[in-house]
């Protein structure tokens, strides 16, 4: 079983701080999303990598790719009281085969931002 | 657009009894999975499916059953529930690749 391990659980800043929430893994991920979730809500995409090394920008979100594919970032930039919510890495690992896409979830960042 | 649909989203049980939770899905995605939401636990899959008329065992199968008549819908059944199975149930969907999942807004089953 691939374990996700996700850093900081819980993440507390003011408005307009940066942050950066990390995800790692010891073994190869052959793709890896990021999700946020909303209480009472299912998650919801915001990103797919799937190259070494890769950079994507989602407006004030960046997310990065470790050229391994064994750790991934993602960084919020002036951060907003909208940006609350909890933040979930997952990843799909091949080993081999198909994975069929199932995901392997990290337990996840609590990110509290206050106004 | 409705994506994908769960129902219900709120159910309390007694021990032993059974339920089936629905899911529904209107984006034509081959791929249909099944998911346990617990605190500290992060989200575990149960079953998942790859196509109309197959399921396979995820992570913690134990004591559910699943199936998938049609390829819009994938059925989430607790056999004799037991209070160790008191979690949010959170079904998604995905194409082939690159597995981006679109998820459901969740059913919250509590077993007293």
């Known amino acids: 079983t691939q374990l996700l391990e996700q850093s900081p659980q819980f993440l507390s800043i003011q408005e307009g701080e940066n942050l950066t929430v990390y995800c790692n893994s010891s073994s190869v991920f052959s793709s890896l999303q990021w999700y946020r979730q909303e209480p009472g809500e299912g998650p919801v995409l915001l990103v797919t990598v799937v190259t070494g090394g890769e950079v994507k920008k989602l407006k004030r979100l960046t997310f990065q790719f470790g050229d391994a594919r064994k750790d991934s970032s993602l960084h919020i930039t002036a951060a907003q009281p909208g940006d609350t919510g909890l933040y979930l890495c997952?990843?799909?690992?091949?080993?081999?085969?198909?994975?069929?896409?199932?995901?392997?979830f990290g337990q996840g960042t609590i990110l509290t931002v206050h106004p | 657009n409705a994506g994908v649909t769960q129902t219900p989203k709120f159910r309390v049980l007694k021990t032993g009894q059974s339920m089936t939770l629905l899911c529904a899905q209107d984006m034509n995605h081959e791929y249909m999975y099944w998911y346990r939401q617990d605190p500290g636990m992060g989200l575990r899959l149960i079953h998942y499916s790859v196509g109309e008329g197959t399921t396979a065992k995820g992570e913690v199968p134990d004591g559910y059953n699943v199936s998938r008549l049609k390829k819009q819908n994938f059925l989430l059944g607790l056999e004799s529930a037991a209070p160790s199975q008191t979690s949010v149930y959170f079904c998604?969907?995905?194409?082939?690749?690159?597995?981006?999942?679109?998820f459901g807004s969740g059913t919250r089953l509590t077993v007293v």
């Open positions: 997952a990843g799909t690992f091949n080993a081999g085969g198909t994975s069929y896409g199932k995901l392997t």
């Open positions: 998604a969907s995905s194409y082939k690749r690159p597995y981006g999942y679109t």
